[in-house]
């Protein structure tokens, strides 16, 4: 168990529709990472929040956003959602801002979102 | 951009078999690097990490060198068990203007057999 937390598991809904996935991260980190799994993609990384700000980004589409609240836990909301955006969405977290480089990452055991 | 090249899978392999899964990188700039592991159902583990050239990397057994001249990072385990099936990623990461982000190979599956 790494300690950090992400509901629901599993997520089933319809094209056009918008869902909110949730991250809780481990107690004392300040950074919130996201990324995406899919099959043909592999593995991305979405966004980083550090204590509260958007901190880094990578292959994020404008159709998705995420926010890190004062409790440090974060949300990643997708909108619009097209078939392709089925897929794993992970989220790990960090202590502080440097990222993989420097510290270790943990992470969550993911989130499976199905837009059929 | 910066990338990972990882052999495709799945890797079958007998218990107690020697282990080699293959990772080749492309960075501009000299990146940390590093093995995930993921057993089915669960999130990514780091498995071990180099973050110089000729570093090793050790952990449970597995151990990656990194080697600046072949820009390599390969996974190795002289004698692997059932319970070492899963999927493993190499990855790379590099400081940019103060902070890094992680680039991701496509992940091999290795099953062990008993």
């Known amino acids: 168990d790494s300690g950090v937390t992400q509901t629901p598991k599993h997520l089933i809904t319809a094209t056009g529709q918008r869902v909110t996935l949730r991250c809780s991260p481990r107690?004392?980190?300040?950074?919130v990472y996201w990324y995406q799994q899919s099959l043909d993609q592999g593995l991305q990384f979405l966004i980083q929040?550090?204590?509260?700000?958007?901190?880094a980004k990578g292959n994020i589409l404008e159709r998705f956003s995420a926010q890190q609240f004062p409790d440090l836990h974060s949300e990643l909301n997708l909108s619009s959602l097209e078939l392709g955006d089925s897929a794993l969405y992970f989220c790990?977290?960090?202590?502080?801002?440097?990222?993989?480089?420097?510290?270790?990452?943990?992470f969550g055991p993911g989130t499976r979102l199905l837009v059929l | 951009g910066d990338s990972v090249t990882q052999m495709e899978g799945p890797v079958t392999l007998s218990e107690e078999a020697f282990l080699t899964i293959n990772c080749t990188y492309t960075?501009?700039?000299?990146?940390?690097l590093f093995w995930y592991v993921q057993y089915p159902g669960e999130g990514l583990q780091l498995l071990l990490k180099?973050?110089?050239?000729?570093d090793k990397g050790s952990n449970k057994g597995f151990e990656a060198t990194y080697r600046k001249e072949t820009t390599s990072f390969h996974l190795e385990k002289g004698s692997v068990q059932v319970s070492d099936s899963a999927v493993y990623f190499c990855?790379?990461?590099?400081?940019?203007?103060?902070?890094?982000?992680?680039?991701f190979g496509k992940g091999t599956m290795l099953l062990v057999s008993p």
């Open positions: 790990a977290s960090s202590v502080g801002t440097s990222g993989a480089y420097q510290e270790t990452q943990y």
């Open positions: 107690s004392g980190d300040l950074s």
């Open positions: 929040y550090y204590n509260g700000e958007e901190r």
């Open positions: 960075a501009t700039g000299y990146p940390s």
């Open positions: 180099a973050t110089k050239a000729d």
């Open positions: 990855a790379l990461s590099l400081m940019n203007s103060g902070y890094s982000t992680l680039t």
